[in-house]
């Protein structure tokens, strides 16, 4: 039964695990790590292991073979080149510097890139070229219903709402920056007059931290 890759649908999870799940089935990521978790116990999923990946894949009607004829420890670019005949339309799911990668023909597609790109594109930082440690080829054996779609909860929706509220009011505003991996980083700003306001230009990493900091300021304020 033919499978075809699909871009990633991210929703509240960002890592690569779920990211791989949801490229080989079409699921999101939010509901690819609920189904890593009822499977690894883990609280919230970060990183992934194989076997949980495999299992869920299982679960859903795939058959996960692990493959070594064309796997010699190197690193990505070389498998990738090693195998360019012989790959065809499969579909592969490799580990390589703890990151899943999901490759079918000259098609790639992991957590970093989120759409499918030719294989040619694929990063090549030293992580996600580091040595090739699992390669598996995934075929699927019988059509499987997707699970019922996790439902993600807002859980900053109350800290923006007030965070936005106070920088309305004071004429500020936030900026968002990648950090280039699956993570971004807010910085508050002065509309008006940025220099007077530096005590705001310190990285957040969520809403928790954005208010945490506003409200500092105003009781500065009022003191």
Not at 21 to 44: K, N, P, V, Y
Not at 167 to 194: A, C, D, F, P
């Amino acid at each position: 039964m033919q499978t075809q890759i699909n871009p990633v649908h991210y929703t509240s999870n960002k890592f690569c695990g779920p990211a791989a799940l949801s490229a080989i089935t079409g699921m999101d990521t939010a509901t690819a790590a609920r189904e890593i978790r009822s499977r690894s116990g883990q609280g919230i999923v970060k990183g992934s292991a194989p076997r949980h990946v495999l299992a869920v894949l299982a679960s859903l009607g795939y058959h996960s073979k692990e493959v070594f004829h064309c796997y010699h420890g190197g690193d990505f670019r070389e498998w990738a080149a090693e195998t360019a005949e012989e790959r065809g339309d499969q579909v592969y799911l490799l580990v390589a510097g703890n990151h899943f990668r999901v490759v079918q023909g000259d098609k790639y597609v992991c957590g970093l890139t989120r759409a499918i790109v030719d294989i040619k594109d694929a990063p090549v930082s030293a992580r996600c070229n580091a040595k090739t440690t699992e390669i598996y080829r995934i075929t699927k054996r019988e059509e499987v219903a997707l699970p019922t779609p996790y439902k993600v909860v807002d859980e900053q929706a109350k800290a923006r709402r007030d965070a936005k509220k106070i920088m309305e009011k004071y004429g500020l505003e936030v900026e968002r920056e990648s950090t280039g991996g699956h993570q971004w980083i807010y910085y508050i700003w002065n509309k008006e007059n940025t220099n007077s306001l530096h005590l705001y230009q310190t990285a957040h990493y969520d809403w928790y931290e954005i208010l945490a900091t506003l409200e500092e300021a105003i009781r500065e304020l009022n003191n």
